[in-house]
């Protein structure tokens, strides 16, 4: 595949994830909240609020409360992905900043990269697998799952497999990666590295990138922080709460 | 909305078999309507509690506070729910043609 | 409580009585769907999903990760897979989908979109009505996801084009008629007030009053219109605490009714029928509002009074408060003389209404009392109470004859919780519930009783 067909198509794609999360984000920000729903017993005071969010964006701790076989894997796998973006991002994107950062010279770098990178790929794969057969084993799950809760997990395996398969059966160098994703940032595309498996990779992602906006997956970055039930302070009596739709309070009699 | 025929005359009746019309009401209609309840004839007893029903309505438009029918027939509660086995508030003020009670109860 | 098997359609045929014309247009509803009900109730959608975030995040978030599916008491009651919080939010969705969003308008059925159709609209107006908006899904849904945002908007769209129970439209109307939603006039108002001091007189000696419509007084209290028609002993309970507390207080005829129907329907009742509170509040002059032993008047005064009737800046502390805080307040300050051992050889234990639970977070007050008034009070297991309560199974408009079905299988959940405590008693501060419970109890052979707080605290009172 040519040089500028894949920089173009990941410049495209990564363009759609951008704008689309952006408006999506924009819409539910902008979005009035015109009354305190919030899920009590709640914090009164914004540390308090932050407290529960950070709980809940990082621990998924109502999840942990509904279901704990469902919370292991699902905060594995999250935690997995984090680390991977993480992983990507020190590997390929500013591998020298992050090896002086880490302290470690080129073949300890190296070295951690594979046994962590490994690991973590390795264990983002199983949970999520084990998260699709949860799925489909359990009757009520199953019953409510559309297209969308198929189609993402396979997409997102099968980005993990490619990408594994880049890690354990090598053949990818790493330094023609590294030039072509730093040729991309910087405007410049250079070749990418001739693996047919990077190819894949990258392909997957660039549907992933495309998909994320329109789909379910809408719920990456903290977005479930927007929630009413979740972010308000518990503090309608103490502060007067106003309705930005309806701020002067039509029908109220406090006039007459 | 359906009609009911008691006595040979006829009647609107709601959905859970309530008079729309409660003026329409004779004793007869009470008689016709026991056997929806499962009372098969209507004692003293019945009467007794049908028409104090009634007669708060007259002069209230609204049925009776339940220990207020209590304290006026003289039957504590667990006999008139013998008497009607759905309660004060649905089949004895169906029997005496009140309009069903609704709200939180 | 046991994951049922899936009943696909179990609960299909139970649904409320339609509301006639009459009384939707008392309520300024349209009559009956008109011919391009489609194009309005989407109309009505869109403008909903720009007024409430709440509703325009949870149409796009949800992951269908199945963690409510089982906490809801109607999926536990009926086994009906609709009823799973998630799939009764994928009815609403499924339109969302396909008529407000980019993947639903190109690709239809792969974005697992659908068209609004009559079969639909029926789909609605059964499931949407065999929620009671209890918001026990949301406790458990790692986005705060909250079924009652979505319930309360598909009643408000169907209700915009015609389409709403008789029950609650009646209830409605009878509020805004005569002053409560059983629908009692002034006139028997004063007269079961006064039926009731007589009946104070005969048990304690003493004038006790139940006052009406004092101007002047300190508090305004709003019951319940239940607890004049049926639950007495809580009517009297309050009066015992006042006098006992020695606040002078007063009903009102004119906002003789806590509960707040509108919740059930749309956000132009909820704030129609609060407001004839506050204007009772104002009219009388009192310095405070205390609310009776109602859930759902709770939450639309706790949570929603002031933004939507406010300011409440007359009234000194400028918000309502609630009964059992008022009552835990005076325990606490030792202005109730107590003798517990009137309440011997009860075997008490606390139901927390969802709405005081999870909509206003009181919780410590009700059991702060029922431990100073009963020698024995026990919890239910620790996964069904407080924020974790199971529904009564006849909230937010359920609590009417047609939907027994949906209510007898709602309840289970909270029955099963209760018979593991061993209590006698069932105390809870909520007129649905206690018209529920004793349903239910008779129903499934239960030997119980429901009581209220303030019955109980009333009674071990010492004057």
């Known amino acids: ?19 689309g999360m952006g408006c999506r984000i924009y819409f539910w920000v902008c979005a009035p909240v015109p009354l305190k729903i919030v899920l009590t017993p709640a914090p009164k005071h914004i540390p308090g609020v932050i407290r529960r969010l950070t709980e809940e964006v990082f621990g998924f701790r109502a999840l942990a409360k509904a279901d704990r076989s469902l919370w292991i894997p699902a905060w594995l796998f999250h935690f997995s992905l984090v680390l991977l973006f993480l992983g ?49 084993i359990l009757p009520r799950v199953r019953w409510i799952s559309t297209f969308s809760d198929y189609f993402a997990p396979v997409l997102l395996l099968l980005i993990l497999a490619t990408g594994n398969a880049m890690r354990f059966m090598g053949g990818l160098n790493i330094a023609q990666a590294q030039s072509f994703i730093a040729g991309w940032l910087a405007l410049h595309p250079v070749a990418p590295p001739s693996d047919p498996v990077f190819t894949a990779h990258i392909l997957l ?33 103490e502060h007067r709460y106003v309705n930005s739709w309806n701020k002067a309070n039509e029908n109220s009699p406090t006039s007459s | 909305m359906s009609v009911v025929t008691l006595a040979g005359k006829q009647f609107e009746v709601d959905e859970d078999g309530f008079m729309q019309d409660t003026t329409q009401w004779t004793p007869d209609v009470a008689t016709g309507l026991a056997k929806s309840e499962g009372i098969e004839v209507l004692t003293d007893d019945h009467w007794k509690v049908i028409n104090y029903l009634r007669e708060y309505y007259q002069k209230f438009n609204v049925a009776p506070p339940i220990r207020m029918v209590c304290k006026q027939t003289g039957f504590p509660l667990k006999r008139i729910y013998e008497l009607f086995s759905t309660g004060p508030a649905k089949g004895a003020c169906k029997l005496a043609g009140l309009p069903k009670p609704t709200g939180c109860i | 409580m046991k994951i049922p098997q899936l009943h696909p359609d179990a609960a299909v045929g139970t649904l409320p009585h339609r509301a006639k014309n009459d009384l939707m247009v008392s309520l300024g509803l349209a009559p009956e769907l008109p011919p391009d009900w489609r194009a309005k ?8 999903l720009h007024q409430r975030r709440s509703l325009a995040l949870y149409m796009d978030i949800c992951v269908r990760c199945g963690a409510c599916a089982d906490k809801c008491p109607f999926f536990l009651g009926t086994g009906d897979p609709k009823n799973m919080p998630v799939a009764r939010a994928e009815l609403l969705r499924k339109v969302y989908r396909r008529h407000f969003t980019a993947a639903g308008r190109a690709s239809g059925h792969l ?3 659908e068209e609004l159709t009559d079969t639909v609209l029926n789909e609605w107006f059964t499931y949407f009505y065999q929620c009671s908006e209890c ?29 709403a129970p008789k029950y609650v439209t009646e209830v409605l109307k009878k509020a805004h008629e005569v002053g409560n939603n059983i629908g009692i006039p002034e006139a028997a108002w004063i007269d079961g007030c006064q039926f009731l ?50 606040i002078s207080w007063t009903t009102s005829s004119y906002a003789s009714e806590a509960g707040n129907f509108g919740l059930f329907l749309n956000y132009e009742q909820l704030k129609k029928i609060n407001l004839r509170i506050v204007d009772a509040a104002r009219q009388l002059g009192v310095k405070r509002l205390v609310m009776g032993e109602c859930g759902h008047a709770w939450r639309a005064a706790q949570a929603f009074m002031d933004t939507l009737n406010g300011p409440l800046d007359f009234l000194e502390p400028p918000c309502p408060e609630h009964i059992c805080e008022l009552a835990a307040r005076l325990l606490r300050a030792g202005r109730l003389k107590l003798n517990r051992s009137a309440n011997d050889g009860l075997v008490v234990t606390y139901h927390d209404p969802c709405n005081l639970a999870r909509g ?73 519930c206690k018209a529920q419970f004793p349903v239910a109890f008779k129903h499934y052979a239960i030997n119980a009783q429901v009581v209220g707080v303030m019955d109980l605290l009333g009674k071990a009172l010492v004057l």
Request: proline share 5%; glycine share 10%.
């Open chain 1, 88 to 136: 990507h991002l020190g590997g390929l994107v500013i591998p020298h900043l992050a090896q002086t950062a880490l302290g470690l010279n080129e073949n300890q770098f190296e070295g951690m990269a594979q046994v962590v990178g490994g690991a973590v790929g390795l264990l983002a794969f199983v949970m999520l697998f084990w998260l699709l057969i949860r799925r489909l």
């Open chain 3, 360 to 432: 206003g977070g009181l919780m410590e007050e009700p059991r702060e009392i029922l431990r100073a008034v009963v020698n024995d009070f026990r919890e239910m297991p620790a996964d069904t109470i407080r924020e974790k309560t199971f529904c009564c199974g006849a909230g937010a408009g359920l609590l009417t004859e047609e939907l027994m079905a949906t209510r007898m299988n709602g309840v289970k959940p909270r029955l099963e919780a209760f018979r593991t405590s061993g209590a006698t008693h069932l105390a809870t501060p909520c007129a649905i």
């Open chain 1, 205 to 237: 992602v660039c549907v992933l990138l495309i998909y994320i906006p329109f789909s379910k997956l809408v719920h990456i970055g903290g977005v479930g922080a927007l929630s009413p039930t979740l972010n308000q302070r518990n503090n309608p009596r």
């Open chain 3, 135 to 163: 918001r026990r899904c949301a406790e458990f849904c790692p986005f705060g996801v909250d079924t009652a945002e979505i319930t309360m908007a598909a009643r408000e769209i169907m209700a915009s084009i015609g389409l």
């Open chain 3, 197 to 246: 001091e007589e009946e104070l007189k005969a048990q304690t000696g003493q004038d006790i009053k139940v006052p009406v419509n004092q101007a002047g007084a300190e508090v305004l209290l709003v019951p319940p219109s239940a607890d004049l028609f049926v639950n007495t002993d809580t009517m009297m309970g309050y009066a015992l605490m006042f006098h006992a507390a020695g």
């Open chain 3, 41 to 48: 109730a989407l109309r009505r959608f869109d403008e909903l």
């Open chain 1, 1 to 19: 595949m040519g040089t500028q067909f894949l920089s173009a198509l990941l410049y495209v794609s990564a363009a759609i994830f951008v704008i």
């Open chain 3, 111 to 113: 974005a697992a979109g």
